[in-house]
């Protein structure tokens, strides 16, 4: 039996399942574009919501998954209490994106690391990043939180 | 995503419209790539059309700027950047990497 608060929560979520495919990538924009326009979030926070989820699903697909080709992502989004909160779920390999380093976005063209980039992008974009890893059923959860205004 | 190429006297014009992520990227870096094997270093990236970007579609741009500045022979300069793609610009620090132009005319005329 779940507690009542986590059971709103869950019902108040939309769940979609996707390949881990970069092809999806605009389709997972369009799910949460959606919500963030549903609960009036203004077109630039709607961009940035769908550019820190593109790059939070990216890292997934790109990491969690590596070599791996019949990797699923399940995406849940829901707005509730002025925010809007993205769950990103995969059975991959653990990739904590805190561990990454900054980028250091002073250094000159030629120093200029590539990587990393999309990470700092997503948090600077969010509210909040949370990431956990479950050994216990094998699944890793990214949580993007942003609030309206 | 779409892309065009147009050559000019000077320089050579790469127009993206649509969205640049992950997926497309690679068709970018490769235009970007094609036009460096020509021999073509002096790049206006033409994004007037262009709707979205991610971090894939800056690292494209980043490795042609790259490329086109060694032995000061060009450099990839970006023409009328939409607002929210400009923002994500300045964020990732890209900004200060690329001359920016608001219109295609003088963007091409730099060169």
Do not use: W
Request: glycine share 8%; charged share 25%; net charge negative.
């Amino acid at each position: 039996m779940l507690p009542a608060e986590a059971a709103f929560n869950f019902l108040g979520m939309q769940t979609i399942q996707f390949a881990a495919k970069f092809e999806f990538l605009d389709e997972i924009r369009d799910f949460v574009g959606h919500i963030a326009r549903d609960a009036g979030f203004t077109e630039k926070e709607i961009y940035n919501i769908q550019l820190a989820t593109d790059e939070a699903a990216s890292n997934v697909i790109e990491h969690a998954y590596e070599g791996i080709a019949d990797g699923m992502l399940e995406m849940s989004c829901g707005f509730r209490d002025g925010a809007i909160t993205i769950i990103l779920t995969d059975h991959g390999e653990s990739f904590d994106p805190s561990t990454i380093p900054m980028p250091d976005l002073k250094a000159d063209l030629s120093k200029r690391k590539i990587g990393g980039l999309g990470i700092f992008l997503m948090r600077k974009l969010m509210d909040e990043v949370h990431y956990e890893s479950h050994p216990e059923s094998n699944s890793n959860t990214l949580t993007l939180i942003k609030r309206k205004g | 995503m779409e892309i065009t190429v147009q050559e000019f006297k000077h320089c050579d014009m790469i127009t993206i419209k649509g969205r640049v992520d992950s997926a497309t990227a690679p068709q970018l870096a490769q235009a970007l790539e094609a036009a460096n094997e020509g021999g073509k270093y002096k790049l206006v990236v033409n994004m007037e059309g262009l709707e979205y970007m991610s971090s894939a579609g800056f690292r494209a741009l980043l490795a042609a700027q790259r490329n086109c500045k060694k032995y000061n022979r060009g450099e990839v300069v970006l023409a009328v950047v939409p607002d929210r793609i400009r923002e994500a610009l300045e964020l990732a620090g890209f900004t200060e990497l690329f001359k920016t132009f608001d219109d295609t005319l003088s963007a091409v005329g730099h060169f």
